[in-house]
T-cell receptor, first 113, second 115 residues
């Protein structure tokens, strides 16, 4: 079946360095993608989104890249801080509406002081 | 702080109990969702409400009964749950299903434990 998955389940990054979290998706019909951050004991928090007609979008310290050719999504976090430690999920919408959001398996990012 | 509020934060119940989870949002969103999240797993969709009507039921067992009394509130009624139902239950909302490309906003969930 089609799924959204991540290449690496865990990632450790030195504080101040940049981090890159990758995500592969298999549904070529997906047209909208979101990155969520989930801290311990909290719900998923929206970070950034991107539509399929774009290949790059930037936010505050974060950049999402979309490569539709290879069905790959990445989240870049610049100058990581201890507060960036969390599980990061990519998620995709496909179909007519945005009611069905499919999450990837998640990557745990740990920032080393 | 999240704009989607869920109560209670924690709930412990026996398999014969009846309890309800509550979710509230005041963002004017007309689509609301229930998700179930097991430890170290991604959230899984359970139900979708659109304009207070049930739009999607992802083949959820009948021991889970959703209710949307008005556009701001979403309940999940629980009865005769099993130990494997222990999980984090997340509520989310989005503007409405007719508008695509709108992110869902999540509450912090109710941590449910079934004894």
């Amino acid at each position: 079946g089609e799924s959204v998955g991540l290449h690496l389940p865990t990632l450790s990054v030195q504080e101040g360095d940049n981090s890159i979290i990758n995500c592969a998706y298999s549904n070529s019909a997906s047209d909208y993608f979101i990155w969520y951050k989930q801290e311990s004991g909290k719900g998923p928090q929206f970070i950034i989104d991107i539509r399929s007609n774009m290949d790059k979008r930037q936010g505050q310290r974060v950049t999402v890249l979309l490569n539709k050719t290879v069905k790959h999504l990445s989240l870049q976090i610049a100058a990581t801080q201890p507060g960036d430690s969390a599980v990061y999920f990519c998620a995709e919408f496909s179909g007519l509406g945005n009611e069905k959001l499919t999450f990837g398996t998640g990557t745990r990012l740990t920032i080393i002081p | 702080d999240t704009e989607v509020t869920q109560t209670p934060k924690h709930l412990v119940m026996g398999m014969t109990n009846k309890k309800s989870l509550k979710c509230e949002q005041h963002m004017g969103h007309r689509a609301m969702y229930w998700y179930k999240q097991k430890a170290k797993k991604p959230p899984e969709l359970m139900f979708v409400y659109s304009y207070e009507k049930l739009s999607i039921n992802e083949s959820v067992p009948s021991r889970f009964s959703p209710e949307c009394p008005n556009s701001s509130l979403l309940n999940l009624h629980l009865h005769a749950l099993q130990p494997e139902d222990s999980a984090l239950y997340l509520c989310a909302s989005s503007p409405h299903l007719d508008r695509v490309n709108q992110p869902q906003h999540f509450g912090d969930g109710t941590r449910l434990s079934i004894l």
